[in-house]
């Protein structure tokens, strides 16, 4: 049974592209949820989601930052026109019900240039 | 607002050398308190979690418990392989984590 997979492991953009990670939860799990982590603090959260529905997205800028979780293929966290200040680590993370354990991906870790 | 803070925000121990790791937290309506250890590089690995005011958990050389405002992450004769960032989380009626910003550990041989 593989573990929550994310992609890519790196991904580098210049200011103002856009950046699109990917999430496929663990099989059997229909909650997602995504955190940020910058150097020498913790995991911050941004959104959480299940199929097809955005729970709660209260940790998410309100610009330039959108997710979804489709009904068919992975979860996908969008940050559109990059700046310097996106470059952190995201990771991903699915559990099999609201209150289960959260089982996390390797992450992704966006640079912006 | 869910708070948690860990201490210290560093530990360097010697090989064999027990300790203790802490995360007190303010939340309202705790449903679970959560241990997970990170690596470098990789995303944090679940441990234990607790949910209720005097339980214990262990596993291996770690051992965690829980009182109404703070855990504790003991590590007893602790190994370099126990060298890592152990993160404490709260889990509110809202169901998502929020984490603390980590203990890092450093075991020496």
């Known amino acids: 049974n593989a573990g929550v997979m994310q992609n890519p492991r790196h991904l580098v953009r210049r200011r103002g592209q856009e950046a699109r990670l990917r999430c496929s939860p663990m099989?059997?799990?229909?909650?997602v949820y995504w955190y940020r982590q910058l150097p020498e603090e913790g995991l911050k959260f941004m959104v959480y989601?299940?199929?097809?529905?955005?729970?709660?997205e209260s940790g998410m800028p309100k610009e330039r930052f959108s997710a979804e979780f489709p009904k068919e293929g992975p979860s996908i966290l969008r940050i559109q026109q990059v700046v310097r200040g996106d470059s952190a680590a995201y990771f991903c993370a699915s559990s099999q019900g609201a209150s289960e354990k959260l089982f996390f991906g390797s992450g992704t870790q966006l640079s912006v240039l | 607002e869910d708070q948690v803070t860990q201490s210290p925000e560093a530990l360097r121990l010697q090989e064999g050398e027990s300790s203790s790791l802490n995360c007190s937290y303010t939340?309202?309506?705790?449903?679970?308190l959560f241990w997970y250890r990170q690596d470098p590089g990789k995303g944090p690995e679940f441990l234990f979690t607790?949910?209720?005011a005097g339980e214990e958990k262990e596993k291996e050389r770690l051992k965690a418990t829980l009182t109404k405002k703070e855990s504790f992450l003991h590590i007893t004769a602790p190994k370099p392989e126990d060298s890592a960032t152990y993160l404490c989380?709260?889990?509110?009626?809202?169901?998502?984590?929020?984490f603390g910003a980590g203990t890092t550990v450093t075991v020496r041989a």
């Open positions: 989380a709260v889990q509110a009626d809202d169901y998502k984590l929020s």
């Open positions: 099989k059997g799990h229909s909650h």
């Open positions: 939340v309202s309506g705790l449903r679970g």
């Open positions: 989601l299940q199929k097809e529905n955005i729970i709660d």
């Open positions: 607790l949910y209720s």
